[in-house]
Antibody, heavy 120, light 113 residues
């Protein structure tokens, strides 16, 4: 059974840093491209970042570029999102999502999410 | 950027009745080389992550009941629930993956009984 379990969320002050993790199981992690997608409270879904299967290629949304970094450790079956210089508008539930075999950036499995709250 | 516009924002449907949600993209998401529309639909129940229902505009994901169907091409798409069940109460989102990785989602449609 595919499982994605996020952790690392919490309360962080504006300008602070946080690292999110996503532990994957039930599939061959090092063959899958992975993504982070976020959802502000009561709002819709917004794509954040993508990483290829071996970690050599990453892409981030313009809204987080130069502040957030996506990475992975295939030996630990874990995806990360390093969040620096956070802002109030980064407050959201952050989901990790697995890319489907059918197409790029089509998400077939999602984790339960971890809530990040940016507030002083 | 491709903007996805869903309507309505909210839909109240009686059990057993049909629910229809529309999604419009600001530009065509039909890729001419393979004739595929890069549109998917997700269902999100309260407190849960999104669940993939449909991709390529009309292909149901494995395990999705056949009361869910998708249609459309180019810029206009529809998700139909042919006979609404209580467990279908959720928010539904369309997504374009034509401009991957810079994908975008519609604003969501809340379906209630």
């Amino acid at each position: 059974e595919v499982q994605l379990v996020e952790s690392g969320g919490g309360l962080v002050q504006p300008g602070g840093s946080l690292r999110l993790s996503c532990a994957a199981s039930g599939f061959t992690f090092n063959t899958k491209w992975m993504h982070w997608v976020r959802q502000a409270p009561g709002k819709g879904l917004v794509w954040v970042a993508r990483i290829n299967n071996d970690g050599s290629t990453t892409t981030c949304a313009d809204s987080v570029k130069d502040r957030f970094t996506i990475s992975r450790d295939n030996a630990k079956n874990t995806l990360y999102l390093q969040m620096n210089s956070v802002r109030a508008e980064d407050t959201a539930v952050y989901y990790c999502a697995r890319e489907s075999r059918y197409s790029s950036s089509l998400f077939d499995y999602w984790g339960q999410g971890t809530l990040v709250t940016v507030s002083s | 950027d491709i903007v996805m516009t869903q309507s309505p924002d909210f839909l109240a449907v009686s059990l057993g009745e049909r629910a229809t949600i529309t999604c419009k993209s600001s530009q065509s998401v039909l890729y001419s080389s393979n004739s595929k529309n890069y549109i998917s639909w997700y269902q999100q129940k309260p407190g849960e992550p999104p669940k993939l229902l449909i991709y390529w505009a009309s292909t149901r994901e494995s395990g999705v009941p056949d009361r869910f169907s998708g249609s459309g091409s180019g810029t206009d798409f529809t998700l139909t629930i042919s006979s609404l069940q209580a467990e279908d109460v959720a928010v539904y989102y369309c997504q374009q993956y034509y401009s991957a990785p810079q994908v975008s989602f519609g604003g969501g449609t809340k379906v209630e009984v």
